[in-house]
């Protein structure tokens, strides 16, 4: 792969994944507020319905599409020119561990759902 292609993929790959991270950390601030403060309205079982399915889906849509980006980031580690690959960065880019990433954010996505239900219920 040629390296403008290459560095063009990881950069748009790489602001993919910081548009997901802040609105995922807002989301879930505003939900710990809202649950901390919100007083008798959260003893109403819509309501509870309805942060309980934000909670639930709106991780799930954020944990596919980040999960999505290690892995394009993990495939672009095996794709790097021989200069890039040789130097010490390109080295700790390719030996980062890729699958043990998704699998912690994966488990640290499902902690906090988990959490947040318990809260709400």
């Known amino acids: 792969m040629r390296p403008e292609t290459h560095n063009g993929i990881l950069s ?5 994944a910081d548009s ?15 649950l901390g403060f919100g007083g008798s309205g959260l003893a109403d ?5 309805s942060l309980a399915t934000f909670t639930v889906l709106g991780s799930l849509w954020t944990l596919m599409a980040f999960d999505a980006v290690l892995a394009d980031v993990a495939a672009g580690a095996k794709d790097l020119d021989d ?15 890729w699958g043990f990433l998704r699998v912690f954010n994966a488990v ?4 906090i759902v988990v959490a947040e239900l318990m809260a709400i219920y």
């Open 12 to 16: 748009m790959r790489s602001r993919t």
């Open 20 to 34: 997901l991270v802040l609105p995922f950390v807002l989301s879930h601030t505003g939900l710990m507020i809202v």
């Open 45 to 49: 079982s819509g309501v509870q319905l």
């Open 83 to 97: 200069e890039v690959a040789g130097s010490h960065m390109g080295a700790n880019y390719q030996k980062a561990p």
């Open 108 to 111: 640290v996505v499902t902690l």
